[in-house]
Every structure is written in C-alpha cells, then in structure tokens.
C-alpha cells in the first residue's frame, strides 16, 4: 500500500486489518493503478483493462498504458524484507529458499525488453461470442524487465532428469478469499524456463515492478499467453509432469487440437494448451478515424511472433487485394516487439482503410480474418485496420 500511494502511511501499523487506506481510492482503478484514463476498463472483480492501440506507440510500453489482467486479488500485504522465493517439486532432491536480497546478490542480473500478450486478446471479434473478458486489440505491451534468470537459480537448486515443467505460485487470492483455493497456478515446460530470456524479475522500466503487475517479485515468460508470467512469484515447483494447477485445465488457455465448428463443445481430452503465441502486428499511429487533407499518410507500429520473429511487415489500402512492403526494423532482442513503418499514398479522395500483415520467420502470415473459433476466444491475430478519410 506504501508503494501505491508513493509515501510512507504514518500509524500504518494501527491500521484495522482489512481496511484500506482511502486515499487509495478504491472507486477509482486509473488513479490506482497510475493508469491513463482513455484506458478501458473491462471488469474491476478482479479488475482487467486495456489500452488502445495508438496508446501503444512507444517502443517500451510505460506503465500508463500497460493492460491489467488478473485472476483474483491483489495481495493485501507485501513485506519485501521478508519476501522469499522457494524452489521445490518432485524433480528437485531438496528445496531451496531465497530471500529477494539473496537474488539479486548471488545471480547475474539480465535485462530483456519482452512482449507479453493476453492470450484473449482480440476475444470480442469472435463470433459467436465466448465467454470472458471482451478484449479488443490492446492486451498486450513490450517492456523493459530485469531480473535474474530462471536457469541460473534451477541450475543452483539442482534439478532431476526427469523434470518436464514448472508451475508458479503466487500471493494473489481467490476472488472468494477463500485460503484453501488459487486464483491461478500456470507454467511452462522445462525447456522454456531454460531459456535465456526466461526471468524471476523485480524490476519493471527500470522501477520497481508496480504492485498490480506482480511487485515484489515475477515470472516473466515472453512470446508466451502472459498467464504464464505469474505474479507476486513465491514458489516455483519443479514437475516431473505437466503442471496441474489452477487455470491449468479444461479450457483454459487451451484451443482445439484440431479445428472445430464456431459454438462446438470440445471435450477437455481435445484441448492443446498454448505454448508460443501467434505472429501479429498493430498500428500504432495514427489512430483509426484520421482525416488528412494530403494523399500521403506515414504510419508506424509494432510485430511480434511469440517464440519467432518477424520476416515480413506489410500493408494494404484496397481491402487485402494488393500489399506493400513497410520498412521493418530488428528487435533489440529475441521475444521483444519489432517496430514497422511505412510511407502510405492515396490515389483520391475518399475513405480507405489500412490494413497490416505481419510474416514471421517460419513463413506463416497472419489472416485477413478472424481464425478459427474456440470455446474461449484465444490466439486471435486477425490482420488490424484503421479507417482513413482522405478530402
């Protein structure tokens, strides 16, 4: 809460357990949570916002703009003296704990800009409608994280030769309150936390990492759905199998193993948990709606490909018909977001639409349309549009 309102809470120890300060503001998430107000809010139990997309323009997302999605609540009560991280599982022949000082002191410390995406992001274009949070296009950000490396504490720990996955546990409650239950408890395979990018992180931006995006302490998975990135990191259990926790079944953060009709049921035995997140791209500037008086039009804006990078930038003005090549710049590092841009020019007056389409390094291109349906609404990365009126 000190870290919230920016000072200390004088008498902070005689506050009534489970009362807030009111200067936090409760009814007000964007003072909060030092969010910018034309950010959209989506639900506020838990609460979920997201920006739009000429919000996105920078190259390192700032935290005014970075989309809120949690599964439960915010911890009431972060102590960072005492904050510790525990590595345990069936793959680890003994576990081990680390204060936050300890981290930091005993491992190198790295920093990669990484984009992390909502794995419903684009949700509310689905049709007919799935269940959840009706993302638009703007749960997703490139930033700037510093941590250590996941391998290096793995590696100190000792793991077995059977280990197959990690699972996160975090400090975050049930929406219910209830102790027994976790609002979530994702993970990714063994080969994926040895990676080089793959970090226990404390800062954010060069800042402490904000309390609603996991302070003291995160997973930082990159190119992945970020449900894998948990916050408020307290364990990380080493599994000899895939990890079995919240969130980690039936249809969440899965899709058809195979393609089905808009509306089917799926049985849970068909269901493929997401791994490394689809090639797409967003158009940054300008903002949909732009009426130019000139025929020619600069636009710029961000790709990403989860695990891949991107090979190809394009965009069309006659509806997918033709395509132009934009420039395309390297990223400043694997999983980070590339940024494109392009000079565009209009043949008349009239309205136009510009289209992008991202090629990622496997030579798969993003869809003109919505893909295809599944029962929550993931992995849509449907070529983005923005309206242009020319007179």
Same mark, same amino acid.
């Given at each position: 809460?000190?870290?919230?309102?920016?000072?200390?809470? *004088?008498?902070?120890?005689?506050?009534?357990?489970?009362?807030?300060?009111?200067?936090?503001?409760?009814?007000?998430?964007?003072?909060?949570?030092?969010?910018?107000?034309?950010?959209?809010?989506?639900?506020?139990?838990?609460?979920?916002?997201?920006?739009?997309?000429?919000?996105?323009?920078?190259?390192?997302?700032?935290?005014?703009?970075?989309? *809120?999605?949690?599964?439960?609540?915010?911890?009431?009560?972060?102590?960072?003296?005492?904050?510790?991280?525990?590595?345990?599982?069936?793959?680890?022949?003994?576990?081990?704990?680390?204060?936050?000082?300890?981290?930091?002191?005993?491992?190198?410390?790295?920093?990669?800009?990484?984009?992390?995406?909502?794995?419903?992001?684009?949700?509310?274009?689905?049709?007919?409608?799935?269940?959840?949070?009706?993302?638009?296009?703007?749960?997703?950000?490139?930033?700037?994280?510093?941590?250590?490396?996941?391998?290096?504490?793995?590696?100190?720990?000792?793991?077995?030769?059977?280990?197959?996955?990690?699972?996160?546990?975090?400090?975050?409650?049930?929406?219910?309150?209830?102790?027994?239950?976790?609002?979530?408890?994702?993970?990714?395979?063994?080969?994926?936390?040895?990676?080089?990018?793959?970090?226990?992180?404390?800062?954010?931006?060069?800042?402490?990492?904000?309390?609603?995006?996991?302070?003291?302490?995160?997973?930082?998975?990159?190119?992945?759905?970020?449900?894998?990135?948990?916050?408020?990191?307290?364990?990380?259990? *080493?599994?000899?199998?895939?990890?079995?926790?919240?969130?980690?079944?039936?249809?969440?953060?899965?899709?058809?193993?195979?393609?089905?009709?808009?509306?089917?049921?799926?049985?849970?035995?068909?269901?493929?948990?997401?791994?490394?997140?689809?090639?797409?791209?967003?158009?940054?500037?300008?903002?949909?709606?732009?009426?130019?008086?000139?025929?020619?039009?600069?636009?710029?804006?961000?790709?990403?490909?989860?695990?891949?990078?991107?090979?190809?930038?394009?965009?069309?003005?006659?509806?997918?018909?033709?395509?132009?090549?934009?420039?395309?710049?390297?990223?400043?590092?694997?999983?980070?977001?590339?940024?494109?841009?392009?000079?565009?020019?209009?043949?008349?007056?009239?309205?136009?639409?510009?289209?992008?389409?991202?090629?990622?390094?496997?030579?798969?291109?993003?869809?003109?349309?919505?893909?295809?349906?599944?029962?929550?609404?993931?992995?849509?990365?449907?070529?983005?549009?923005?309206?242009?009126?020319?007179?």
């Amino acid at each position: 809460m000190t870290s919230v309102l920016g000072m200390d809470i *004088v008498f902070g120890e005689k506050l009534p357990k489970g009362l807030l300060p009111i200067g936090l503001d409760q009814d007000d998430p964007y003072a909060l949570f030092k969010k910018d107000k034309d950010m959209i809010l989506l639900n506020d139990k838990p609460y979920n916002m997201e920006a739009l997309a000429h919000q996105l323009d920078d190259d390192i997302t700032p935290n005014e703009y970075i989309f *809120v999605r949690n599964n439960g609540l915010i911890p009431r009560e972060i102590d960072t003296e005492s904050w510790t991280l525990t590595i345990d599982g069936e793959s680890v022949s003994e576990p081990k704990t680390y204060t936050l000082a300890e981290l930091k002191s005993k491992f190198p410390t790295h920093s990669y800009q990484l984009t992390l995406e909502c794995g419903g992001n684009g949700r509310a274009e689905f049709d007919p409608p799935p269940k959840g949070n009706q993302w638009s296009l703007g749960a997703v950000y490139c930033a700037k994280w510093t941590g250590v490396r996941l391998k290096d504490v793995l590696e100190d720990v000792g793991i077995n030769s059977d280990a197959v996955y990690i699972g996160y546990y975090a400090a975050d409650e049930h929406l219910t309150r209830d102790p027994n239950k976790e609002a979530i408890s994702r993970g990714v395979p063994i080969s994926k936390a040895m990676m080089e990018e793959t970090l226990i992180a404390y800062q954010m931006n060069d800042q402490d990492i904000p309390l609603v995006h996991g302070h003291p302490l995160r997973l930082v998975a990159g190119g992945w759905p970020a449900s894998a990135s948990g916050k408020w990191l307290q364990r990380i259990s *080493v599994r000899n199998k895939v990890h079995d926790g919240e969130k980690m079944g039936g249809t969440s953060y899965r899709v058809p193993c195979t393609p089905v009709a808009p509306g089917d049921k799926v049985e849970d035995e068909d269901m493929c948990i997401i791994e490394s997140m689809p090639v797409k791209s967003l158009i940054t500037y300008p903002k949909t709606g732009a009426m130019i008086s000139d025929k020619k039009l600069s636009i710029r804006g961000h790709a990403w490909a989860g695990e891949n990078s991107v090979r190809k930038m394009e965009y069309s003005i006659d509806f997918g018909s033709t395509w132009k090549e934009c420039d395309l710049k390297d990223a400043p590092n694997r999983l980070a977001w590339q940024r494109f841009s392009a000079e565009v020019e209009f043949l008349e007056e009239g309205y136009y639409e510009v289209w992008a389409r991202a090629t990622d390094s496997d030579g798969v291109s993003q869809p003109m349309l919505v893909p295809g349906w599944n029962p929550k609404g993931y992995l849509n990365n449907a070529c983005h549009r923005i309206a242009v009126k020319v007179s």
